[in-house]
């Protein structure tokens, strides 16, 4: 059964007696502001508020090209100030509905709702409303109206309205009109940043054209005009064209219903009339454009149906939440999304690096032609960020701009605006996923100017520090947090700059490599190249050594805290209270960046410093920007915290339904909308895009029996079905693909496929002579050591001492003669032995790190495994240190701390114990016979990195590190633990068959 025919099983609360492809108001929650934003219709080339069509008289409509340019004024003015922001205007009302009976007009603001209801029903994209109204004078009307902004057709909105007499008769007039009334914001409305510059003047009617038809009606303002075309059809009445409108004139008696059928095709132009063609590609029948939208609302739940099996109220909002932004996505490549979509008039319309961070990702694997369409908006305007950079005073490069609808920086505050740089990565960040999700390479190539243009921002901005080893640092950004501005190497700017640096110059070399694509990386020469790929590398993301974190930024950890005010207080965002400097100078945030970051899968970060980030950053985070739910949520979902996960994920999914920012009536959180579906797909599925297939790591929080959803992934569409044992992978349309499921690569074809969810949950590591061959360095200096004393010693003998701690060694090497030594003696030689070594560690640097290493704790970390290091070393810090891989992991056991040494479990107890795991959750790898002895005497499974005839314990033999594989390590596990029925699946995601 397909989800979008579901039946719900329990009526959601939060949707109030609604069915799950259902939104049902009643009463007064079917009207006013928040009604309107959440009824609104969309089809990303018009959007219509919710209004009732006989109480719409004010404008209500949103066309992308409807928005006004107005000087930015400064008392003070510097050098590269933005000069001019874009508002969007809303466009007169399309659906307004006046009536008279017996001549007089009915007053609907007057008269008295008896009963309203409004339902959004999902599945076939129609808006139904029907209000009983009690009129002065004490007659009775009904009017039950639907409404379609068809998904996949012109800028039109369709109407059929029943008027029905329900206790009188006489005659009744009605007029299709249109609502330009205007209102300015008042109270606290006019001074939220957040909406004053909203702009309520009067739209003018124009008069017609020669040669218009008398169906057309055109207004204006200020650059802005527009043509509405009408047609409107009654089997019962007369219908006749009108100024701005038309009437029809019918007769009702008690109980009788007069039906219209109403289509008005909307079209806008900028500084000249509307070409009338522009009106052509509206149907006109009613009928016809609702079966078309049927098919087009059947198409979109194909590809982004879902359920929650456990919480049907929360699949619906998410289904509620998908729709609204699939209608908001734009279809015009000289648009992008609003951070409010077409649904109202917050934030003027502008567009933001939401819209590419949030909304294109669900868009890229629900329906990549709208992910397309934003990226080919930014490419358009690419001229428009040049100049940017340039007014900002850099000598190369693009910077787009904050906030914008024609593509010029509309933020007159550069602190929080033009400063945040990021944009430039996230759009990088944003087209390498498209591509990814794809495969489409034309537009990879297209794009490519605008990605190298924006890469050279950050080297405009960054610089080696030496002071910092070399790093490469960012200087004077802002981050998403606008609670800290201009500050250096803000983590996030930091970890998506090496992204788009690293993508920029991947796409230089695939641009050279292929034949005919040359021309667009002709203006990059080789050593700007290298210079991308040196910058990336040598990015500055340090982790603090007292607390664990990674910084926001240099300095935000020194700041004094705000006290009582970071879990927010209840009175609203401080942005609204504080002078901006206030904000800066704490260590306060409006969102986390560094917890921004993780959800994105920016760097690769072991879970326990995910976890301790999370710790961290929640408790100096407002969640003030409705965005910062959605990151939160999906970092909670993969670390496992099942209630801070569905607390910030009911955040996000209910932000509008239940208006929990107070400022719905703006419009709809459209990227905190989108965000609720990455919470689904990215924190509990588990969704990683970063490989070269995508990758899932499936969760069940236990507040749900299951849950299900779907992606497209280069043109085929997969479902995953999640419950209690694992993950059920079904092609639902398309060629078979390859994803991975905890690390495990898999082709989804024509049978589902079912992985059982591994009980592994720590990997834990010797370090000498598996992570590196310092084993070598060992022997040469125990060697040293018997030469210049006269013991006998050679490479045979050293085979012993493989993981056998230091002193321990030593007596082994002495054997007998151990006894006859002096305990200050045998101190110096151990001291002589390890300065020897120590010597020989010097040398030491990543480039000392076993071949594989890296990839197989990248494999480990995206399948959501611990990762662990017992190492009898006292040297262990200082050697991983030095390999580059400190930060790598969960926990480093201290051998000075255990009280017995291997083969004794302590290390090992001591190292899952400090991961926060049990032993039976572990596997352990070693390459000497004492470690897996010590593995076994833990309870673990034990991984040689040996011949069997060298470790003849151990459950599995490899010879390098550089063989082991994840799946190897999760078979492991499942045979050790005799659940040989569990499917797993090893190799490469190139081996695939499919
Ligand atoms: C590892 C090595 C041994 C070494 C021991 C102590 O287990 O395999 O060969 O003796 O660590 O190392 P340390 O650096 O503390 O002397
Ligand atoms: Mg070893």
């Known amino acids: 059964m397909a989800i979008s025919e579901q039946t719900p099983e329990v009526m959601p609360s939060a949707l109030r007696d609604a069915g799950t492809m259902q939104l049902v108001r009643r009463g007064s929650d079917a009207t006013g502001a928040q009604a309107a934003a959440l009824f609104a219709l969309a089809n990303g080339l018009v959007g219509v508020e919710g209004v009732i069509d006989e109480l719409a008289s004010a404008p209500a409509a949103y066309l992308p090209d409807a928005y006004v340019r107005r000087p930015i004024e400064y008392h003070e003015s510097f050098p590269g100030y933005a000069t001019a922001t874009d508002t969007r205007i809303a466009c007169p009302s399309p659906v307004l509905l006046r009536l008279s009976i017996d001549g007089a007009p009915v007053d609907f603001a007057a008269a008295e709702v008896a009963d309203t209801e409004t339902t959004l029903d999902l599945a076939t994209g129609t808006l139904r409303r029907m209000t009983r109204w009690r009129l002065a004078g004490g007659r009775s009307l009904e009017i039950a109206a639907e409404r379609i902004v068809p998904l996949a057709g012109a800028a039109c909105v369709a109407s059929r309205i029943h008027i029905r007499a329900l206790d009188f008769g006489g005659a009744v007039t009605a007029t299709l009109t249109y609502g330009a009334d205007s209102a300015a914001p008042t109270g606290a409305e006019a001074d939220d940043p957040r909406i004053s510059a909203r702009l309520r003047p009067a739209w003018t009617i124009l008069s017609p054209l020669p040669g218009d038809p008398s169906s057309v009606t055109r207004f204006a303002q200020d650059a802005v005009e527009l043509a509405y075309a009408q047609h409107v059809t009654c089997p019962a009445a007369p219908v006749a064209a009108v100024v701005g409108g038309h009437v029809v004139h019918g007769e009702l008696v008690v109980g009788g219903v007069l039906t219209i059928d109403r289509v008005v095709a909307l079209a806008s132009s900028r500084g000249r009339p509307v070409d009338l063609a522009a009106l052509d590609g509206a149907a006109t029948g009613f009928d016809a454009i609702a079966e078309r939208q049927r098919a087009a609302a059947g198409q979109l739940w194909d590809h982004a149906g879902l359920a929650i099996t456990g919480d049907d109220a929360l699949a619906a909002a998410l289904r509620f939440n998908l729709f609204q932004l699939h209608q908001s996505a734009s279809r015009d490549p000289h648009h992008s999304i609003g951070a409010k979509g077409l649904t109202g008039e917050g934030y003027e319309g502008h567009y933001f690096w939401d819209a590419e961070t949030f909304m294109l990702p669900v868009l890229a694997l629900q329906a990549p032609a709208k992910a397309r369409t934003l990226l080919a908006y930014r490419i358009a305007k690419l001229d428009r960020a040049r100049a940017h950079a340039k007014a900002l005073g850099h000598a190369r490069g693009a910077l787009y701009p904050w906030r914008t609808i024609g593509g010029d920086e509309c933020s007159s505050h550069y602190p929080t605006g033009s400063a945040q740089y990021h944009i430039n990565g996230d759009i990088a960040y944003a087209l390498a996923l498209y591509v990814a999700a794809t495969g489409d390479d034309d537009f990879r190539s297209q794009a490519a100017p605008m990605l190298f243009d924006t890469a050279r921002i950050w080297m405009e901005i960054g610089a080696f520090d030496p002071r910092r080893g070399g790093a490469f640092c960012i200087h004077g950004v802002t981050g998403p947090d606008e609670y800290s501005a201009l500050v250096d190497n803000d983590f996030y700017t930091n970890a998506i700059a090496r992204r788009h640096l690293a993508y920029a110059a991947d796409t230089a070399d695939w641009l050279r490599g292929s034949v005919g694509a040359r021309s667009a990386a002709a203006d990059v020469d080789d050593a700007e190249v290298a210079a991308w790929r040196r910058a990336a590398a040598a990015m500055w993301l340090p982790v603090d050594a007292e607390l664990g974190v990674n910084p926001q930024d240099d300095a935000f950890l020194g700041r004094p805290k705000l006290p009582g005010l970071a879990s927010g207080d209840g009175h609203g965002p401080l942005l609204m209270r504080y002078h901006p400097m206030i904000l800066f100078r704490h260590q306060v945030a409006k969102q986390g960046n560094v917890v921004q970051a993780m959800a994105m899968d920016l760097t690769a970060m072991p879970l326990s410093r995910q976890r301790r980030n999370f ?56 990227a905190a909308l989108a965000g609720s579906w990455l919470v689904l797909a990215q924190g509990w599925g588990g969704l990683r895009l970063d490989g070269a297939a995508p990758s899932f790591r499936p969760q069940l929080p236990a507040a749900w029996t299951g849950y299900r959803f779907r992606l497209q992934w280069r043109g085929s569409t997969v479902e995953l079905a999640v419950d209690n044992m694992g993950c059920t992978y079904r092609l639902l349309a398309g060629a078979p693909i390859i994803i991975l499921d905890h690390g495990r690569p898999l082709c989804v074809g024509s049978d589902p496929v079912t992985m059982a969810r591994p009980a592994l949950k720590g990997v834990i590591f010797d370090l000498d002579g598996v992570l590196t061959d310092t084993a070598e360095d060992h022997y040469q200096a125990w060697q040293a050591l018997a030469d210049r004393h006269g013991f006998a010693f050679d490479r045979e003998a050293n085979h012993a001492l493989k993981g056998v701690d230091r002193a321990g060694s030593l007596r082994l090497i002495l054997g007998q003669a151990a006894a006859d030594i002096a305990p200050d003696v045998f101190d110096a030689m151990l001291a002589e032995k390890n300065a020897a070594y120590r010597v020989r560690l010097a040398d030491y640097s990543p480039a000392n790190l076993f071949a594989g290493v890296t990839e197989l704790f990248g494999a480990l970390r995206a399948a959501g495994l611990k990762i662990g290091l017992a190492s009898a070393s006292r040297n262990a810090g200082d050697v991983v240190r030095l390999l580059g891989i400190a930060d790598a992991f969960d926990f480093i056991a201290d051998a000075g701390a255990v009280p017995n040494a291997k083969p004794a479990p302590d290390i090992f107890l001591a190292c899952a114990a400090g991961m926060g795991l049990s032993p039976q959750d572990c596997i352990g790898v070693e390459d000497a016979r004492a470690g897996i002895s010590a593995i076994h005497a833990a309870g673990m499974v034990a991984i040689g990195i040996g011949s069997e005839e060298a470790l003849p314990d151990a459950d599995l033999n490899v010879p390098a590190i550089g063989d082991l594989s994840l799946g190897q390590i999760l078979s492991a596990e499942q045979a050790a633990a005799g659940q040989g029925n569990r499917s797993t699946r090893t190799g490469k995601v190139e081996d695939m068959p499919c």
């Open 615 to 670: 710790d961290y950053y929640a408790q100096v985070t407002t969640h003030d920007s409705t965005l910062s739910s959605v990151s939160f949520a999906i970092a909670a979902a993969r670390l496992g915290d099942e209630a801070a996960a569905l607390a910030f994920l009911r955040e996000c999914a209910f932000v509008d339904l239940e208006d929990r920012h107070g400022n719905t009536s703006h419009g709809l959180h459209m």
